[in-house]
């Protein structure tokens, strides 16, 4: 499924949060949105998701809009903050999906959060589990209705460095098996890159797309490959984007 | 120190302060009976008494029972229709203030000795707690999982039972935690003021005849009955919310 923005602005009151902002996301691509604070890259994954209304200009998504994709159920949200209900278990949560969504077509929450490395945490509860493991039911539940858009929001973003890379590279094994159209907002460059089939750099106040990179490294992107020198110039060129897109906020 | 050892070195130590304070004070039985004579009351009284005591039980279970439905229907009015709550604001700030006694006596007066009034006060005692914290529970629910329901087109149904429900329920069972030895205690305040029946009343019966052996056995059996209710509840929150307690085995 295709995701496209068209000339997209957001106001919250005197703020301009986004300003024309235009990008077509391709079907089963990686997208990461990557900035400084204020840039917009939360309201743009809120406003493909149907939780904000763009101002001006419109989003489609497989050419209908959001909320049309979320009565479909092709859409799955994975926040920095879980989404979990503190008195289910890991195994419910994720079933939780499911209880609204219905079964037809939907993954089993167990076989998931088994394949997640979550075999032997099924009955716990989310107090029980660490902050990435909360994190992995997080988004299983986000994608055990087996939805064509997956739309993460710095999921990594609250775990500590040696965890967030694990995660990264797991997310990229997990997601390297389907098809998905991932929208992916990070702070983390290494993340973006490692991840991404394209980084959408964006300059804050109002939110504008700065650059667009294309990452051009092969796949499969394992943990070795973080210390490769293509790996390190492809970082390096997001981040040098990056920091023009400061500059550019100031 | 474990709970349970704490209630009964209480339970053990309550009778032996009251004796020791005879003792010391000399205190004729007219003013301070010993805990013998109260006993003696409470068995062969029992029959009245239990009479007694089931008056007030019934008034304290109705006016509860009456102030959870309103409550709970206000509190999810409220959420739905903001603007019920900013109307209804100055009303609950009102009429909570007013003294409940004067509030009790008005009822008196129009309705008489009837249940009703009875009823009316054990439900303005008992309705504030469950209103406020309902609506603050219900209100509580987390924004992420808000926003995921609505990423899966949930009704608002759904988002109620699964989600605001839940989260409103820890605050639901806090309010009990007050509101229901409060509909006791409002029970017997309201029998106190007029009634011909229930614990309230044979306190002023006892009262007024110099029976100091009678009233406290009605206040051991009121205060037994209160906190009776308070450990029912403890009990049902320590049951309902038992998965907080299992930790990584």
């Known amino acids: 499924m295709t ?4 000339r997209v602005s957001k106001q919250f009151g005197e703020v301009e949060a986004l300003d024309d902002v235009s990008l077509t996301i391709d079907d089963g691509e990686f997208v990461t949105l990557i900035g400084p604070s204020g840039c917009g890259k939360t309201t743009m994954l809120r406003i493909a998701a149907g939780l904000e209304e763009p101002s001006a200009g419109s989003v489609a998504v497989n050419g209908g809009t959001p909320r049309n994709a979320c009565r479909e159920h092709q859409i799955g949200v994975a926040f920095q903050r879980p989404a979990l209900l503190a008195s289910r278990t890991a195994l419910r949560n994720v079933g939780m999906t499911l209880e609204i969504t219905g079964r037809d077509g939907a993954l089993s929450p167990g076989d998931l959060l088994t394949d997640f490395g979550l075999g032997e945490f099924h009955h716990h509860y989310p107090h029980q589990l660490s902050g990435g493991m ?4 997080n988004i299983a539940a986000a994608l055990v209705h087996d939805p064509a858009i997956l739309l993460l929001d710095e ?23 389907s098809s998905k159209t991932v929208i992916f907002v990070t702070h983390s460059v290494e993340e973006a890159t490692i991840l991404s089939d394209r980084v959408v750099v964006l300059s804050a106040r109002p939110g504008r797309i700065s650059e667009v990179i294309e990452i051009g490294l092969p796949r499969p992107r394992s943990r070795a490959f973080r210390t490769d020198d293509n790996f390190l110039r492809e970082v390096a060129r997001v981040r040098s984007s990056l920091y023009r897109a400061v500059e550019l906020s100031n | ?24 004070t000399e205190a004729p039985s007219f ?40 409550a709970i229907s206000l509190s999810v009015s409220f959420l739905y229709l903001p603007w019920l709550e900013a109307l209804a604001v100055p009303w609950t700030v009102v009429i909570k203030n007013v003294p409940f006694v004067t ?45 995921r ?9 759904e988002i109620f039972t699964k989600i605001r429900w839940p989260s409103a329920l820890p605050y639901y069972i806090a309010a009990h935690e007050i509101a229901f030895t409060g509909s006791i205690i409002g029970a017997v305040v309201a029998e106190w003021l007029f009634a011909r029946e229930g614990l309230g009343a044979l306190i002023v019966r006892g009262m007024s005849q110099y029976r100091a052996d009678r009233v406290w056995a009605v206040t051991i059996l ?3 009955l209160a906190v009776g209710a308070y450990l029912l509840v403890k009990a049902v929150e320590k049951y309902l919310f038992r998965w907080q307690v299992e930790d990584l085995t």
Do not use: C
Request: avoid cysteine.
């Open chain 1, 3 to 6: 995701i496209e923005f068209s």
């Open chain 1, 134 to 137: 909360q994190q992995r039911v």
């Open chain 1, 155 to 177: 999921p990594f973003g609250a775990l500590d460095e040696l965890t967030r890379e694990s995660m990264g590279e797991w997310l990229g094994g997990v997601l390297s098996r």
């Open chain 2, 1 to 24: 120190m474990n709970e349970r050892l704490a209630y009964i070195i209480m339970i053990v130590s309550a009778p032996i302060i009251w004796v020791l304070t005879i003792r010391i």
């Open chain 2, 31 to 70: 003013l301070l009976p010993p805990p013998n004579m109260v006993a003696d009351i409470m068995l062969s009284e029992h029959q009245d008494l239990l009479f007694h005591t089931r008056i007030t039980l019934v008034t304290a279970l109705s006016g509860y029972v009456v102030a959870n439905i309103i």
């Open chain 2, 103 to 147: 509030i009790a006596t008005i009822m008196i007066i129009i309705l008489g000795d009837t249940p009703m009034p009875k009823i009316i006060i054990v439900v303005l005692v008992t309705f504030f707690p469950i209103l406020a914290n309902v609506t603050k529970g219900l209100k509580s629910a987390d924004s992420v999982m808000l926003d």
């Open chain 2, 149 to 157: 329901m609505q990423t899966l087109d949930s009704s608002q149904w």
């Open chain 2, 222 to 224: 009121a205060s037994a």
